[in-house]
């Protein structure tokens, strides 16, 4: 076989062309890379919100929490079903919570408004949910127009800094007394409020859109479940609480998903080009060289597998910097619609190993399909007719 030494050699001879079609590749890896992790980031961000010792009760039929609407007297029936898990202080751990969804002014733009949903929650809400942690101020005080919110609304939007106020509805202020942290799942883009203020704001009396439950542990759920679905009068439906986040990501994860393979499939033929003319044009420099090598006794495969190699290690090297640039998204928070409710939600790009070693594959990938027809014609080169050249 040919040393690799040589097809390192006669990369850094043609600098230019390598650099440029390192370059080209790399932006097609950057992209797809920056895609997937994104999609990653979503899904985490969105799953994250959900435990699997925790049950979502909604009106049977519908898809989400906004969509559902509970009396608040069937609570008392849930709360009353096999496997709900007992506080120390001997209630139950469930909470019935409205979610709305408003329109607040964002900072630093003109004019400019995002959708932000609202949560009204009881006092037992941080107990069902104990990855829910107040880092500033204090939880609202039921009964009164106090608010928290999510640490990456924070200074985003008009009134929402601990101490400052805005309107959950027109002429209906709240102060925000509190920031919470919920290891960085979408509950951190979320306004949570006392469920009575909640609901007497937006004429909700009576109802909640959903009830999360505690369960003693995950293997309970099987049987809370068919006690909820059992009376059809009530028409009630039951979800793990992560297999229902998991539901609502997959709208927008898909979405930013398949825009990014799509703009991949538009670059990459680019890349792909890009490679072809560098090798085409390294076959026809060294004609004399192929030549040589093939008087030399190396067979037309090894000419074949060399020039491969060249075109792959060109794609790596681009690959590599594809990846580089996109371990730097990592650092990036993005806000992005959230197709299933409405809200805007803070997302960050999730570096996960698998999406960074597929991105780096099908870098490799085009140096395969960019360099084998170049190869081949090197491959079939005759040393006599070379020599003459």
């Known amino acids: 076989m040919i040393p690799a030494s040589y097809n390192v ?35 985490k961000t969105m799953v994250g919100a959900g435990r699997s010792d925790n049950a979502v009760v909604l009106r049977k039929g519908s898809d989400t929490e906004m969509a559902s609407s509970l009396e608040v007297s069937t609570l008392g029936l849930i709360g009353a079903a096999p496997g709900v898990k007992r506080l120390p202080d ?10 709305i969804v408003i329109a607040q002014d964002k900072l630093g733009t003109e004019g400019q408004v995002a959708n932000v949903l609202v949560r009204g929650v009881p006092p037992a809400a941080l107990q069902v949910r104990p990855e829910v942690k107040v880092v500033a101020g204090h939880p609202p005080r039921p009964g009164t127009d106090e608010v928290m919110i999510g640490r990456n609304l924070r200074g985003k939007y008009a ?64 049987a ?48 792909i080009i890009g490679a072809v003319i560098t090798m085409q044009a390294a076959v026809s420099q060294r004609q004399r060289e192929i030549g040589t090598l093939r008087a030399l006794g190396f067979s037309r495969f090894a000419i074949l597998s060399s020039f491969l190699l060249e075109s792959i290690v060109l794609a790596l090297s681009g690959g590599v910097l594809g990846i580089i640039g996109a371990l730097c998204m990592s650092f990036v928070k993005l806000s992005m619609m959230n197709f299933a409710t ?15 070693a597929v991105s780096l594959f099908f870098g490799a990938v085009m140096g395969v399909v960019g360099g084998f027809f170049p190869a081949l014609r090197a491959a079939r080169v005759s040393p006599i007719e070379a020599m003459r050249d």
């Open 9 to 43: 050699r006669s990369l850094m001879v043609r600098k230019t062309t390598t650099i440029a079609t390192a370059l080209g590749v790399g932006l097609v890896v950057f992209v797809l890379a920056a895609a997937l992790m994104l999609g990653t980031g979503i899904t």
């Open 90 to 99: 001997g209630t139950t751990a469930i909470s019935g919570e409205v979610v």
């Open 159 to 222: 009134g929402m800094e601990l101490g400052q106020s805005f309107d959950l509805k027109k002429n209906r202020p709240v102060k925000v007394v509190g920031v919470f942290e919920a290891g960085g799942s979408s509950f951190e883009s979320e306004v949570w409020a006392d469920v009575d203020t909640a609901r007497s704001s937006f004429g909700r009396d009576g109802l909640v859109s959903s009830v999360t439950v505690r369960l003693d542990s995950a293997s309970k759920f099987d």
């Open 224 to 271: 809370f479940k068919a006690t909820m679905e059992s009376d059809k009068r009530l028409g009630l439906e039951a979800l793990t609480e992560s297999g229902y986040y998991e539901k609502q990501s997959k709208a927008t994860s898909m979405f930013i998903t398949i825009t990014g393979i799509i703009i991949v499939v538009f670059f990459s033929f680019g890349a």
């Open 342 to 356: 409405w809200q805007e939600v803070t997302f960050s790009f999730d570096p996960n190993p698998v999406v960074l």
